[in-house]
């Protein structure tokens, strides 16, 4: 893994409090939405952009900005989700993302680290274009199934 100082892009304290203290439900999803789009932009501009880009959501951006309900004139009753939109505006920068939640940078988060660690990583690696491990030997384009038995161990 190759990281840089010029792939970071931080949400400042002054844009973030703007964002969160929007009254409208609407308008504060909005926008973060735009919010998080200007930095994926800024990254895509670069001579040299990420493979792969990690969007952190605190526990203050998921519990005031991770769905909208409204009532559009067009369109009757919305339910928006802040995953799906950021990963749908995401896509036209062409640079993967994946979104990691507070609790499970902090521990609070109760899945095995271990779990945390083998999905984050090989959702990384298959969105940054690798691919996953096979059995050596087979022909391209066979299907690999793995079978496990389990047998309890004797308790006399």
Known sequence: MEFDDAWDEELGQSELRDVLETRSQQERFESVLVLFEEK????????????????????????????????DPDHGQVHRDLRQALKARAMKYRIPTQIIREP??????????SR???????????????YPWSPHGLASGTCYVGVGFYRPMSTS
């Open 104 to 113: 499970t940078l902090d521990g609070r988060d109760k899945t095995p680290p």
């Open 40 to 71: 994926l932009r800024l990254l895509s501009d670069r001579d040299s952009t990420p493979d792969y880009v990690v969007l952190a959501l605190s526990d203050e951006i998921v519990r005031r900005c991770g769905v909208a309900d409204y009532r």
């Open 116 to 130: 945390i660690a083998w999905n984050f990583f090989t959702a990384m690696y298959c969105k940054a274009g690798g």
